[in-house]
């Protein structure tokens, strides 16, 4: 018989994404067993991050301060906004260190079946800044998807007005893919999004 606070330790875990009841116990045991070296760590960044980490005002990113410490950077581009669907994604970008623009972060994409519809996106503080004609360039970096391709449409429908340059990334052979392992849809994309190379 598992005690309740266990109980909920485990309930708690398994609502974390790509984690099920059994992988929650193992972690529930690991950290509980692990004390000193797992759970008092783990407790101490969780109170942290809680009290510390914000949203930022402008772009959606999250950080110690709103605006972001990427989008207060007076060195980074201001006329350049990368939309991109997560975080995760945002965090992608950076770890290359080669866009040197800023971001916005949608949040998530359109879903019918996750009830995620255009309110529930972070555009808000992305149509102001393209209102007050800072921005030069939103380069669309959203997933490959079906929803992230629909979501690409929407947004463009709504900042076409604008006047701004409207780019997306390419999509084709991955590098070190080879062109027999691709599926049809990306050989498809690839080939139309060939390049002279004379
Ligand atoms: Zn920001």
Excluded at 24 to 53: C, M, T, Y
Excluded at 139 to 151: M, N
């Amino acid at each position: 018989m598992i005690g309740s606070e266990i109980d909920n330790l485990i309930i708690a875990i398994a609502k974390l994404p790509g984690l099920g009841r059994r992988s929650a116990q193992r972690i529930a045991l690991h950290l509980l067993k692990n004390k000193e070296f797992s759970l008092h760590p783990l407790v101490k960044s969780l109170q942290e991050a809680d009290g510390k980490i914000v949203d930022c005002v402008d772009c959606g990113n999250i950080d110690m301060t709103s605006p972001c410490s990427i989008c207060r950077d007076h060195k980074r581009d201001k006329k350049s906004i990368c939309l991109v669907q997560d975080i995760s994604d945002l965090w992608a970008f950076e770890r290359t260190g080669f866009y040197k623009g800023l971001y916005h972060v949608l949040g998530g994409a359109l879903s019918a079946i996750d009830g995620i519809g255009i309110d529930e996106l972070n555009l808000n503080s992305l149509i102001n800044k393209l209102e007050k004609k800072q921005i030069k360039e939103v380069i669309f970096a959203l997933g490959a998807t079906i929803e992230g391709q629909t979501t690409s449409h929407v947004i463009v429908d709504k900042i076409q007005k604008y006047n701004v340059e409207i780019t997306r990334l390419a999509q084709g052979v991955p590098i070190g893919g080879e062109v027999h392992y691709l599926d049809e849809n990306t050989l498809n994309a690839a080939f139309q999004a060939r390049k002279k190379i004379t």
